[in-house]
């Protein structure tokens, strides 16, 4: 699709897309470019106030794919994935990636907060209504945990996990390690927003899972340096975000809802609830990825994260349910059903992610067999 934009200079010289003739259709596309731009745009607030039209192509398409990414008769996949995009370019922002400091000139924006409220309201709504809220108000949120745990832990695999353990080729393999780099290289950075604050046993098996995680401060033993070795081994870029173009918007809504959740301490609950299936579900899926680079011949090296995880995370999980969610049971009695909550959204989250995921590594296998 063509559109007529044009640049205009604003005071200081800076190019700026705008929009000369408003469209029919938003190019999504064109849309995230003049949000790169506007988040490395000197005094944002100030400039987006005095001069709107430097944000609105941009502000058209959010709110045309709020409209279409969550009404019940569209769903647009395209329209998700613009939205995610946007909120993790916004979320990024709250950790510190050592690169060029210009580039959190407009963390603590106001109109970044603006953007951001209005994509996750519409979200998260979207989201919530596929969970039954009301039962899991009135649940036995201890023994609902207990029975989830016991499920999850060790589950019959699947017909996509059965794909990547026995079919998938290097191809695949590759596509798979892309996607994952995303999440792998920065492991745990959401984690450490909830450390803050008083210590108690719950605040010290957190603590103890981000130093297992951190590999106790050892840069050669954190588990994204695993990670790294493996995309190394496989002659992969080891940058984080290089291959964020290739990751469904799924996935990227499951880093997107570990970072609202963090942020928002009214929701730790939900966290915990979310991290404890994360914690006992990665070694039922990671086992498959293990059996696959073992049948492609991939060194032990090439494999350790995935072997790293499968040791660790069935302990992880256990501490997760013992010595934190199940205490939160007894310490929040009126509000331990968000655990649940957290849990249930978790599950349902990481099972679309998959799934997709999943869909891409076909995609990658299919292209090349041509």
Do not use: C
């Not at 496989?234 to 469904?248: H, I, K, R, S």
């Not at 009695?333 to 999943?358: I, K, N």
């Amino acid at each position: 699709m063509q559109s007529n934009i044009v640049r205009s200079q604003n005071n200081d010289s800076e190019a700026m897309i705008t929009l000369e003739n408003q469209l029919t259709l938003t190019n999504y596309y064109e849309a995230e470019q003049q949000f790169i731009q506007l988040l490395e745009l000197e005094d944002l607030d100030k400039k987006v106030t005095a001069q709107p039209e430097l944000a609105s192509y941009f502000e058209k398409a959010v709110s045309e794919a709020i409209l279409k990414a969550f009404a019940v008769d569209i769903n647009d996949d395209t329209a998700h994935r613009f939205l995610q995009r946007v909120l993790y370019r916004i979320n990024r922002l709250k950790l510190f990636w050592y690169d060029d400091l210009r580039r959190y000139t407009n963390e603590r924006s106001a109109y970044l907060r603006i953007i951001r409220d209005q994509i996750e309201s519409a979200w998260q709504e979207w989201e919530l209504a596929q969970v039954d809220v009301a039962a899991l108000q009135t649940a036995d949120v201890r023994q609902g945990l207990i029975d989830r745990v016991a499920v999850d832990v060790d589950p019959p695999i699947s017909d996509d996990g059965l794909f990547i353990r026995d079919q998938v080729t290097e191809a695949g393999y590759r596509r798979l390690m892309a996607i994952a780099s995303l999440d792998g290289l920065v492991e745990a950075s959401q984690l450490s927003r909830t450390l803050g604050g008083v210590s108690n046993e719950v605040h010290a098996v957190l603590t103890r899972l981000l130093l297992e995680e951190y590999g106790g401060g050892r840069l050669g033993r954190k588990h994204s340096s695993y990670f790294t070795t493996m995309l190394v081994e496989l002659g992969m870029q080891t940058e984080p975000e290089a291959y964020f173009d290739l990751v469904p918007w799924e996935l990227l809504a499951v880093i997107n809802h570990s970072f609202l959740l963090t942020e928002r301490k009214r929701f730790f609950l939900r966290y915990i609830g979310g991290l404890l299936y994360g914690e006992l579900s990665v070694p039922a899926a990671f086992r498959n990825y293990q059996a696959a680079g073992e049948r492609l011949g991939l060194s032990p090296a090439g494999m350790a994260y995935w072997n790293l995880h499968i040791k660790v995370d069935e302990l992880h999980g256990r501490w997760m349910l013992d010595d934190a969610a199940l205490p939160l049971v007894t310490q929040y009695p009126a509000d331990a059903w968000e655990l649940l909550l957290g849990y249930d959204q978790q599950r349902l989250m990481s099972d679309r992610a998959g799934a997709a995921v999943t869909r891409s590594v076909r995609e990658a296998e299919e292209a090349a067999s041509k």
